[in-house]
């Protein structure tokens, strides 16, 4: 009889991305800071508090995403990884 935790594990959607290059699959609702934390990527953080709720207005966390031909920089810790996502957290406008 299968476990609650292995249905449970079925049920979460997983996304494919690349975070500096590197091949990464992460949980569909999860953000590029947790994901990249997860994966044992640095994203320097300053306003960023799980206990504290929202305030993003530092920008410590800015990472170059690019999603199909667009390139765009965003709050590592407010926006959600999708399929396909590529991740630079290192480059030099970064
Ligand atoms: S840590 Fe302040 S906006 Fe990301």
């Known amino acids: 009889m299968p476990s609650v935790v292995n249905n449970q594990e079925k049920n ?5 991305l690349t975070i500096n290059g590197r091949e ?11 994901t990249a ?20 207005r530092c920008r410590l966390c800015l990472v170059e995403i690019k999603q199909g ?16 996502l590529q991740v630079q957290t290192e480059t030099e406008q970064v």
Request: proline share 4%.
């Open 37 to 56: 934390r997860d994966s044992g990527i640095y994203i320097p953080t300053l306003c960023y508090n799980e206990s504290l709720g929202p305030e993003g």
């Open 12 to 16: 979460i959607t997983m996304v494919n």
């Open 69 to 84: 031909k667009r390139t765009r920089f965003v709050t590592s810790w407010l926006f959600l990884v999708e399929e396909g």
């Open 24 to 34: 990464i699959k992460a949980e569909k609702n999860a953000t590029i800071l947790e």
